[in-house]
């Protein structure tokens, strides 16, 4: 069975679009059941349970790494792909390198997502690119919650996305072009993010933080500090200064 599934996969297009299918079907189902499977426990209690800070930030963490679990372990074990740390482009350890790049990214990140918010703008009727982003959390007031908060938004997830988008889809995805792999691994972490403006600006993300793991470094851990630091400076300005982009034009 194990053979047969590998057979099936043994091709370059096949391949490609396994590595959308697959994640994809991993990511909604999670998406669906564990809800599901949370409210046949606590029933309508759910909805008091997401506005904690503290069971919102274990629930994403639990979501990230079942996700991941799917994504990598199901075919490397039930489908018979090889799937090695280079692969996913975890080797060795984060470098001063790193961090620069993960610096300079995010500017020329920033600025492509900055040119194609302002074609959406103008193509795209009703459009607002700065439309707020629901990012999980809200009314935090204590300490523990903004850590709580921090950790999830600034630490977890963008260290589990860059795993699962740059790391384990678009390594499988450049074996057969690398080219065609950052383009539909773009589209797809711009989809996951579902609002428009930020699946635009998560696009233009992912196209250069493609180029820094495919050109630059050959793993992972640019592309995990350009997005902590993205991450942090959007906590910052929601949740610790939001005055700022309050008083910002509209």
Not at 13 to 29: D, L, N, Q
Not at 58 to 63: D, G, K, T
Not at 139 to 168: C, D, H, K, T
Request: include cysteine; hydrophobic fraction near 55%; glycine fraction near 6%.
């Amino acid at each position: 069975m194990k053979q047969q599934l590998h057979k099936i996969l043994d091709t370059k297009w096949r391949k490609i679009a396994f590595w959308i299918i697959w994640p994809a079907f991993v990511f909604y189902s999670v998406q669906y059941i564990i809800p599901l499977v949370l409210w046949m426990f606590v029933g309508d209690n759910l909805a008091s349970l997401a506005n904690n800070a503290v069971f919102s930030t274990v629930y994403s963490a639990v979501v990230y790494v079942i996700i991941l679990a799917g994504v990598f372990y199901i075919p490397k074990y039930a489908f018979g792909q090889k799937i090695t740390k280079k692969d996913i482009g975890v080797t060795g350890l984060p470098t001063w390198t790193d961090i620069g790049l993960g610096f300079a990214g995010l500017i020329v990140a920033m600025l492509l997502a900055g040119i194609l918010s302002a074609i959406a703008t103008s193509i795209i009727p009703g459009f607002d690119p700065s439309e707020a982003q629901d990012v999980g959390f809200s009314n935090l007031s204590q300490s523990y919650q903004f850590i709580m908060a921090f950790i999830a938004l600034v630490v977890v997830a963008p260290a589990a996305e860059e795993l699962i988008f740059r790391g384990v889809i678009y390594g499988e995805m450049r074996k057969v072009n690398p080219y065609l792999a950052t383009i539909i691994v773009s589209l797809m972490f711009g989809i996951a993010h579902g609002q428009l403006n930020v699946s635009i600006t998560t696009f233009a993300m992912s196209l250069v933080m493609c180029f820094m793991r495919e050109k630059l470094t050959g793993t992972v851990w640019s592309t995990i500090i350009l997005h902590m630091i993205k991450n942090a400076v959007a906590f910052y300005f929601l949740f610790i200064a939001p005055e700022i982009l309050q008083s910002l034009p509209q």
